[in-house]
């Protein structure tokens, strides 16, 4: 089922007023309030957030309001952005459990449940204080600085896309990352309301070429193309000035190396696993090809079927 877990509301670096909604509920929700509590550090009063209408449930939009291409919204683009004056406090509590705002993000990985929320709180206030917009490239996480900027990718499809993290959630134990509805369609969870992701954390400029691709997806309920992919030549020498193809990228080697057995068994030729970031990303590449016009058919065929497959030029 959908989630419906992180927080809507600003968290401010300042002591909050008083909580005024409903108590805390045992079962994790969407707060849209903050109280203070105590227990605070370095003179902070410790926010703490409460569910807002926890007897109404969120939904998704219906069809008339879903933009035609949503499944193809670009990334986000990382970029320099000073802290959010609300949403970064040095800690929280939600439902028993303190959470530390992390100082930065450089190296940061999660592996875990993603899910996504909707309509209940389109155009109400995220963490940030920015309005939720569920067609945006957005997402809620417990602890990384606000805004930030993180690549998910969906371990069960290897469709991956750039977040902007601008919201609080999900207090859920099994869930590390809350979707805007645009983000869960490009990574095909809609239908499932969840599912395993790897998160890796993005820098302004870092990696440029595998991070800023705005590439039209097909819809992910889309059916697989039936062809066969295109039976191109790749070249065997290492002269420079060859095409390659990303499909995906992973802070864990073995998901790419079954993404490259994947794509292997389905046809492709060349498709290898590279590292990068000092060991720290694992690219699933395929080239490289003669000409630009060979790996744009095989890259064709990659949208078709689902992948994200973007230009890597040597």
């Known amino acids: 089922m959908r989630s419906w877990h992180a927080l809507a509301a600003a968290l401010a670096l300042l002591p909050l007023a008083a909580c005024v909604g409903p108590a805390p509920q045992p079962e994790p929700g969407r707060p849209t309030t903050a109280g203070s509590s105590g227990g605070g550090t370095r003179g902070h009063t410790r926010p703490r957030v409460v569910i807002a209408e926890p007897d109404v449930k969120d939904s998704a939009p219906v069809r008339g309001e879903i933009p035609a291409d949503v499944a193809s919204t670009p990334d986000a683009v990382p970029k320099w952005e000073p802290r959010s004056r609300s949403g970064n406090p040095v800690e929280y509590e939600a439902f028993g459990e303190v959470y530390r705002i992390l100082d930065n993000t450089e190296g940061f990985t999660q592996r875990g449940r993603a899910s996504w929320y909707g309509k209940k709180f389109h155009g109400r206030k995220t963490a940030s204080g920015e309005p939720y917009d569920m067609f945006a490239m957005t997402a809620a996480h417990k602890t990384l600085p606000i805004p930030s900027y993180v690549r998910v990718t969906n371990l069960d499809n290897g469709r991956s896309a750039v977040v902007r993290i601008n919201d609080r959630g999900p207090f859920h134990s099994e869930r590390i990352i809350d979707l805007s509805y645009a983000a869960a369609a490009r990574l095909g969870i809609i239908q499932d309301g969840h599912a395993e992701v790897q998160i890796a954390a993005l820098q302004?400029?870092?990696?440029?070429?595998?991070?800023?691709?705005?590439?039209?997806?097909?819809?992910?309920?889309?059916?697989?193309?039936?062809?066969?992919?295109?039976?191109?030549?790749?070249?065997?020498?290492?002269?420079?000035?060859?095409?390659?193809?990303?499909?995906?990228?992973?802070?864990?080697?073995?998901?790419?190396?079954?993404?490259?057995?994947?794509?292997?068994a389905r046809g492709l030729s060349g498709v290898a696993v590279r590292d990068g970031q000092g060991g720290k990303l694992h690219r699933v590449?395929?080239?490289?090809?003669?000409?630009?016009?060979?790996?744009?058919?095989?890259?064709?065929?990659?949208?078709?079927?689902?992948?994200?497959?973007?230009?890597?030029?040597?």
């Open 204 to 264: 302004p400029g870092d990696d440029s070429r595998a991070v800023a691709s705005a590439e039209r997806l097909p819809d992910p309920v889309a059916a697989a193309p039936s062809r066969p992919p295109p039976a191109k030549i790749v070249r065997t020498d290492s002269s420079p000035g060859g095409r390659w193809l990303q499909v995906a990228a992973y802070a864990d080697p073995i998901n790419a190396v079954a993404m490259r057995d994947t794509l292997s």
């Open 285 to 314: 590449v395929i080239g490289p090809y003669a000409s630009e016009a060979d790996a744009q058919d095989v890259r064709d065929w990659l949208h078709g079927a689902g992948y994200a497959a973007f230009w890597l030029k040597e």
